[in-house]
């Protein structure tokens, strides 16, 4: 049950994280990249973090973004209807957003390769 709010330093780092992950995967792809941070159906998932575009099935989705122990849903996009399973502080956002921001360089350097 996600009962905390999202701190606005949290939805900035979540959307610093959305930007670099579309430069990142359009290097990859040499295409346009929709973002899962927004209303796309698109996802992500890396062995830091994964991020899901929010769903319009019937089923329950459990989160739309997770690192570690931390899950974090919006509503239809990044920045709307937040909540979090646990609570988030900005000594925790810098951690997240250090991590999966090293992470998406080693993926964009194995793109250059």
Known sequence: MKTFEVPIIWEAA???LSYD???VMQNKTQKEYQSP???TGNKFKCDAFEVEAYSWSDDEQPFNFK???VEISWYKWCGR???SNV???PELAQAMLVDCL???QIIDNE???
């Open 21 to 23: 992950l579309c430069r």
């Open 87 to 89: 609570e988030l502080t």
């Open 67 to 69: 690192w570690r122990d």
């Open 37 to 39: 941070f927004s209303n």
């Open 81 to 83: 209807g937040m909540s």
């Open 102 to 104: 090293n992470r998406l």
């Open 111 to 113: 793109n250059d390769k």
């Open 14 to 16: 979540l959307q610093y």
